[in-house]
């Protein structure tokens, strides 16, 4: 038999067409949603990234605002760019592409953004607002993984989630929102010990460990639900997961594959928070 493939590709197509709309009804009004991408040096993996979401926009009717600035912009002339974007008012979102260069700390950066911009929700006000259940712009991978459990029906409530992975961007808020959504979270990490043993007792299991293929078959309960996060290029070039897919595939009741899974669900949540952005810059 095997799991049900959470095909987050032709979900996230569905999320933009949803998006398309919103974005539409919000120009009628005067307001074209926007988002400012600022890529600071030229890491590959990041321009791929970007390009991917500037893509999205397009498809979504929202206009991009794209800032490539050399490795050696300074941390000052960084801000002063988030600065301008802040105050910028055909800018509703602002996303400064992780990870920035050694000489920037990436803290103090993203602290500079405009929690009402913040539309990958990595400010302390954005993750504070989700600590307390009460969501402002809610990290984008996290947001996916929980709307892929939603739409493919997964229960939630009253279930135990395991959480590989202790991330600021997705581990943490993952289980903020499973605990939000009822359930009994569990979170591990690299100094947990008798991984499998926890794993193996989670009806839904989340993997952002960014170690290729570390979840194996014997560590997944039958029937579970496994929402691969990590994205790791092999040395062939090819794009795996942190689940052996193939041999989970057959154990679990949902999985999610890399690529074509979280990946695009995490683009289409951009999209949605500029949009939210946005509405509520109009409101
Ligand atoms: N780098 C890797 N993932 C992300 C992300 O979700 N947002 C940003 N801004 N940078 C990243």
Redesign the pocket.
């Known amino acids: 038999m095997g799991a049900i493939v959470i095909d987050g590709a032709a979900m996230a197509r569905q999320v933009l067409c949803e998006q398309k709309d919103a974005a539409q009804r919000l120009a009628a009004r005067g307001f074209v949603p926007g988002l400012a991408v600022v890529l600071v040096g030229d890491d590959p993996a990041?321009a791929v990234?970007v390009r991917a979401k500037e893509r999205a926009c397009r498809e979504a009717g929202v206009s991009t605002f794209d800032y490539r600035l050399p490795a050696t912009t300074t941390e000052t002339e960084l801000l002063q760019k988030i600065d301008a974007l802040n105050s910028d008012s055909q800018v509703h979102g602002i996303?400064?592409?992780?990870?920035l260069p050694a000489h920037m700390k990436a803290v103090s950066v993203l602290q500079r953004i405009d929690p009402a911009k913040d539309v990958?929700g990595?400010t302390w006000r954005s993750l504070g607002a989700l600590l307390d259940g009460h969501a402002l712009l809610a990290?984008?991978?996290p947001s996916g993984c929980m709307l892929m459990l939603e739409r493919a029906g997964v229960p939630v409530a009253g279930k135990h989630a395991v959480v590989i992975g202790r991330s600021s961007?997705v581990g943490k808020p993952a289980a903020l929102m499973l605990l939000e959504r009822n359930a009994t979270v569990t979170i591990c990490h690299s100094r947990t010990p008798e991984l499998a043993t926890i794993t193996r007792e989670a009806d839904i299991l989340i993997c952002a460990a960014g170690k290729p293929r570390m979840v194996t078959a014997d560590m997944v309960k039958p029937g579970a639900a496994v929402i691969d996060v990590g994205i790791n290029r092999m040395p062939d070039g090819k794009l795996c997961g942190d689940v052996d897919y193939d041999a989970v595939q057959a154990r679990a009741g949902w999985i999610t594959p890399v690529p074509g899974g979280v990946g695009p669900m995490?683009v289409a949540m951009?999209i949605a928070n500029v949009i939210t952005a946005a509405e509520r810059l109009a409101a």
């Open positions: 990041s990234y996303l400064v592409q992780l990870p990958d990595f990290p984008c991978t961007i995490t951009v």
